[in-house]
């Protein structure tokens, strides 16, 4: 196995999830400033107390193109961009079992994360110095308790997950829980988490290709 060609697939996935992130963004913002636009023009002749009331015709479309769809799509682009990280941690396991001929294929076990149990088959077999991983995959933890409540709850936390997402949200400007606790992703949150997965990725995969001399 070559890691390189790992390296180069995680970052052909990372650099598609950018651009499409970016594409979207860019689409919503430009779809929002035509209906401004045209709502302007409509408005034109009109005196100020009756455009006051004709913009209450166009507000809800103008709420949900700046508000509701933004955070539709990017609570989508960012479970997508969790399940990509599920898949090549998984091609990780795989690839580094059949390469240095590990004694054990990565096989799922009980109801922990997937994620924590990959990282243990992975640490369990090279030896990875304990702080090159910490800060991003504590990150990368907080971010999974993110794409749990987006997909088993309507980006609600659990009572056992507020507190844990309240703090890891209060520092960021791009994330934060709403008047009902529901997740609102702004413009910048799911690129900020594509970072750290980068990160995430590009650490991992400089820990093994440190081992594998020793390992093969």
Same mark, same amino acid.
């Given at each position: 196995?070559?890691?390189?060609?790992?390296?180069?697939?995680?970052?052909?996935?990372?650099?598609?999830?950018?651009?499409?992130?970016?594409?979207?963004?860019?689409?919503? %913002?430009?779809?929002?400033?035509?209906?401004? /636009?045209? $709502?302007?023009?409509?408005?034109?002749?009109?005196?100020?107390?009756?455009?006051?009331?004709?913009?209450?015709?166009? &507000?809800? /479309?103008?709420?949900?193109?700046?508000?509701?769809?933004?955070?539709?799509?990017?609570?989508?682009?960012? %479970?997508?961009?969790?399940?990509?990280?599920?898949?090549?941690?998984?091609?990780?396991?795989?690839?580094?079992?059949?390469?240095?001929?590990?004694?054990?294929?990565?096989?799922?076990?009980?109801?922990?994360?997937?994620?924590?149990? $990959?990282?243990?088959?992975?640490? &369990?077999?090279?030896?990875?110095?304990?702080?090159?991983?910490?800060?991003?995959?504590?990150?990368?933890?907080?971010?999974? %308790?993110?794409?749990?409540?987006?997909?088993?709850?309507?980006?609600?936390?659990?009572?056992?997950?507020?507190?844990?997402?309240?703090?890891?949200?209060?520092?960021?400007?791009?994330?934060?829980?709403?008047?009902?606790?529901?997740?609102?992703?702004?413009?910048?949150?799911?690129?900020?988490?594509?970072?750290?997965?980068?990160?995430?990725?590009? %650490?991992?995969?400089?820990?093994?290709?440190?081992?594998?001399?020793?390992?093969?």
């Amino acid at each position: 196995m070559h890691l390189d060609m790992l390296k180069s697939r995680i970052h052909s996935d990372l650099r598609d999830m950018k651009e499409i992130v970016e594409m979207s963004e860019r689409l919503l %913002t430009e779809e929002g400033n035509r209906l401004v /636009g045209r $709502v302007s023009q409509e408005l034109e002749g009109f005196s100020g107390t009756e455009q006051e009331f004709m913009k209450g015709w166009y &507000s809800v /479309g103008i709420h949900r193109l700046d508000k509701v769809f933004p955070n539709i799509q990017r609570r989508a682009l960012f %479970t997508t961009a969790m399940c990509m990280t599920e898949s090549n941690l998984l091609l990780v396991c795989a690839m580094c079992q059949r390469a240095f001929d590990l004694p054990h294929v990565f096989k799922k076990k009980g109801n922990q994360r997937i994620i924590v149990q $990959v990282l243990s088959y992975l640490q &369990s077999n090279f030896a990875m110095r304990p702080k090159a991983l910490t800060l991003d995959w504590e990150t990368l933890q907080h971010y999974w %308790t993110l794409r749990n409540c987006l997909v088993h709850n309507d980006g609600k936390p659990k009572p056992s997950e507020l507190k844990e997402v309240t703090d890891f949200c209060a520092p960021i400007p791009t994330i934060e829980l709403d008047q009902d606790n529901r997740l609102v992703f702004h413009e910048g949150s799911v690129s900020r988490a594509l970072h750290v997965i980068g990160l995430f990725f590009d %650490t991992l995969l400089n820990e093994i290709e440190r081992n594998k001399l020793k390992i093969a």
